[in-house]
């Protein structure tokens, strides 16, 4: 019996040593639980070899945890621009300088252009225009751009309006500009003299100056003397025959007066080849002298009456008399015959001669200090 069963034990124990043996033993009888064990029964882990690792007694290894991110600073606010500083020129036109300022009479468009400098987008400025201290009117004007680079970087705007003035005085205008979030504000202001539209002879001031200079604009002949006397007659009598008026016009009114300001009635030259010459036009009744095509001096004369009509044609002065004659023509410059440029009294203001072309005796000297032997004269009708 004790050999019996000390082969068994020694039996026993090469089929463990062996790796085959111990696998298929250790399996039968866990076969033979699980086919006789509950649904719900846990079915127990096969045991490991030893050092062999095993699934569910080795914990699964860990990912070591990532660093933690470094928090992210708030983003500064940024600063908005601060507002532009701006400049602007404000320029008038529709005016005339006289006395060494502006001027304008009532009622004429007074036109005015503002330039800012630099152009920021969606900027508004108000224009207020006053007479004396009359508000005229108010508008406001958006800022546009101009000129080259007008849009861009350093560029300008711009901003036009027009005003008349109603009544004489002072007229001011006045540009504002409120500050805004993108550009700073501004002021500027012009002002100019409003004059009234008529005069009388014998008058002086500011209004008869400006007519002067407008009538010696249009070359007629005509003293500077800031006085409405007998020469600024004649020289507006002569202006309104080349309006087609008639003539023996010497009255100032406003339909002169805006005719000269914009200046209407000016001598046609039809010659111009021959230098230093006469024009005779007998359909206005004005004596032009002339250098080549350009007018000189413009006076007004009476030609030959219908019975005794001027000569028509180009002639040469031929032959001069300074002071008298017997027959009272003053200061003569013949151009062919008997017919001359000459003064005398009276000059009536339509054609009244034998055919001579008489002037006021004011006007002889000069006009026969201007001529020269072989001077042309030339007569004719438009």
């Known amino acids: 019996m004790r050999r019996l069963m000390l082969g068994l034990t020694i039996a026993t124990c090469a089929l463990i040593a062996a790796p085959g043996a111990g696998v298929a033993l250790a399996a039968g009888p866990v076969a033979r639980r699980t086919e006789t064990a509950s649904p719900s029964a846990p079915t127990p882990a096969s045991p490991s070899a030893p050092g062999a690792p095993s699934a569910l007694a080795s914990p699964p290894a860990s990912t070591p945890p990532s660093a933690p991110a470094p928090p992210v600073a708030p983003a500064s606010p940024v600063a908005p621009a601060p507002p532009v500083a701006a400049r602007v020129r404000l320029r008038l036109s529709g005016t005339f300088r006289v006395g060494g300022g502006l001027v304008t009479v009532t009622g004429r468009a007074v036109a005015f252009r503002g330039l800012v400098r630099p152009y920021v987008a969606g900027q508004w400025v108000q224009v207020q225009s006053y007479v004396g201290t009359r508000l005229l009117a108010t508008e406001l ?127 046609a030259v039809r010659f111009p080849h021959q230098g230093r010459h006469a024009e005779g036009d007998l359909t206005h009744q004005v004596l032009a002298l002339v250098d080549g095509s350009r007018v000189q001096a413009i006076y007004p004369i009476s030609s030959g009456k219908p019975s005794t009509p001027t000569i028509l044609g180009s002639f040469r002065v031929y032959y001069r008399v300074p002071g008298y004659l017997p027959d009272g023509m003053y200061y003569s410059d013949f151009f062919i015959t008997g017919y001359a440029i000459h003064g005398y009294d009276p000059a009536p203001d339509h054609p009244a001669s034998h055919g001579c072309m008489r002037l006021p005796i004011v006007d002889a000297i000069p006009v026969f200090n201007w001529l020269a032997l072989g001077d042309w004269v030339d007569t004719y009708y438009r």
């Open 141 to 267: 004007l958006r800022v546009k751009p101009s000129g080259a680079g007008g849009g861009g970087a350093g560029g300008q705007g711009a901003f036009t309006a027009t005003v008349r003035s109603p009544a004489a005085g002072v007229l001011r205008v006045r540009v504002t500009h409120p500050a805004t979030a993108a550009m700073g504000g501004f002021s500027a202001q012009r002002a100019l003299t409003v004059l009234g539209d008529s005069a009388r002879p014998g008058s002086r001031g500011l209004l008869v100056e400006l007519v002067q200079q407008r009538l010696r604009a249009l070359h007629f002949h005509l003293p500077w003397t800031g006085v409405f006397d007998q020469g600024t007659q004649l020289a507006l009598d002569a202006y309104h025959r080349l309006l087609g008026w008639g003539e023996g016009n010497r009255s100032l009114g406003a339909a002169t007066v805006n005719d000269l300001l914009d200046g209407r009635g000016t001598f």
